[in-house]
């Protein structure tokens, strides 16, 4: 499907901490086309100054009680310019959003879902979580944040049925430590390959990490690559993953459409 | 009222109106088919290509900086026989005009990568990127010396009846003085501006932005500047003069032409806005019509220069 762009407003604009916030927009014609995993391009002013959009993942695509899509969440974390804006924005302010865009995650071939999630990283999981329990997938989300109170949306997945293995560098809840570790864990009390799907999203290194856990232990891995991007349409070239193709050379792929989702076994980590 | 006729002539190349889409900001034009109808656009150029396959710089390739983008992507891109059997055949069919922005690391490859795409059914003109600030070798040599203009023009010129388009760089003192010697050597048009070379550093880090640390300058922030170039260019040659540099609206589009420009090119405009061609397309056509103009042409280069613009009229 070809993507829209609409000039949305804000409906609600949810600070959860001081660097996190959950912008609720009203975009349903982009919410209406999004597949988990995709994501859409925000401006949120048409002055040229921040002058690109942004890539931001769907977090939630919101209906109404007759099952009709009326708006897309943003789960955004300050990190510069346009995610700052975003965390300021008001009810009422307008957002351009483009999407939505690039590759979705593939629902396992058989087997359980495991959702492996690094602080904002989360941010797709939502929508996917809908999907693979509508689907009657056995779906795990493991999550890690710097801190307790940076878990976020955890009541969430709860209800969904989703299995929670939660992480916190300082062991504020769940697990202290890195998400991969509970992860590998896991991954050891399986009887044998292809068993789960995993699905991958934060920081490089954890995606890196998660990628060659899963290949150790034989089973599928996708990642969701974050790069800078300046179209998301395949214009630019700004946003390659060097990937290693069927006949074992290595090229890069343009993670706006060849992506941002990869196979985690194909990704060649740097 | 009467139709209006926004067309562009450019040797053999016959545009329906003078909006392209900028080399290296279009990918190679079939990315955009779903959003925009490719036959719509003057014309679509093509990602800059060499002989041989490239895979370009490492991220980061791009940095935003005030109104404006450093880009170093390094020519990552398919090469030219690729382009042909891949590519070429589907812009045919979505009734592209493809006009094919050309690279070499010498002045054989440059002619080598002309002849072929001479011979391949499809291409309607050839954009010579002789102005490429983002890879040491070749290109922009060319680009930055006006004996090695001329060569490369010239060498081009005779190996093919395509319309000859080089493309120039602003980083040289005069881009007049290579409009002319593009001209001398049997250009049929230039193009003008490619990026303007620049950096941006993360003070926090103490680190270059880009991985190739230095990188050319696109967007409004050099719009301005090329204006300018466009202007001395059109007193100092004949041939037709596309120009680009930073536009993002229909005025802008009519600002290079009445500076001299007879087509335009937009490249970062594309990024923000990849439904911008039909509102540039509807701007013009509300301009020609509050001024009562039917040829879009007889705008190009009539600047009055008697006296400046009332500032509030
Ligand atoms: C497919 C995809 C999906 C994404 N989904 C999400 C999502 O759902 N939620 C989300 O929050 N992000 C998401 N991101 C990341 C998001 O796009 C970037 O954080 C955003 O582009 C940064 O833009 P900016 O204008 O805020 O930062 P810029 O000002 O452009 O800065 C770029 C980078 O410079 C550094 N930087 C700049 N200013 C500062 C500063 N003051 N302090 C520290 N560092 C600084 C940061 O590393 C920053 O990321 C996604 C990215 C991709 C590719
Ligand atoms: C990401 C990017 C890639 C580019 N790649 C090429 C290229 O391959 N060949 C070329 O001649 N110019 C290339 N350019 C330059 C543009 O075609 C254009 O000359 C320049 O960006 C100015 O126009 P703009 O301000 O409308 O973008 C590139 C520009 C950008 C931003
Ligand atoms: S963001 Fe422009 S090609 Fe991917």
Redo the contacts with the bound molecule.
Sequence with gaps: MPPVDVRATVISNVRLSRDYNVLTIAAPEVGALTEPGQ?VMLKTTDASD?MLR????V?EVLRDDLGTVRAIS????R??????LIYGLEAGDPVWCLGPL?LPFNPPSSGAAWMVAGG?GL?PFATLAEALVALQVPTTLFYGARTADELYYLEFFDRLGVTLVLTTEDGGAGVQGRVTGPLEESLKGLGGPNLVTIYACGPEPMLAAVARLAERYGQPSEV?M????GCGLGGCYS?VVPVKHADGETRYVR?CIGG?VFDGATVVWE | MTALDMSVRIGSLVMPNPLMAASGCFGYGLEYEDVVDLSTLGGVVSKGLFLAERQGHKPERIA?TPSGMLNAIGLQGIGVHRFISEKLPLLRERKARTIVNICGTTLDEYVEVARILSDAEGVDALEINISCPNIKEGGIQFGCSLDGTFSVVSAIRKVTTLPVIPKLTPNVTSPASFARAAEDAGADAISLVNTFLAMAIDVEQRKPKLSNVVGGLSGPAIRPIAVRMVWECRQEVKIPIVGMGGIMDHRDVLEFMIAGANAVQVGTANFVDPFIWAKLLDGLTDYMQRHQITRLADLVGALDTTSPAKAHA
């Design positions: 994501f921040p942004r890539p931001f993942s977090f943003i789960l955004n974390k990190a510069g310019r346009t995610t700052g690039g904002v941010a969701s974050e790069r800078t991007m946003c993670s941002p | 935003e």
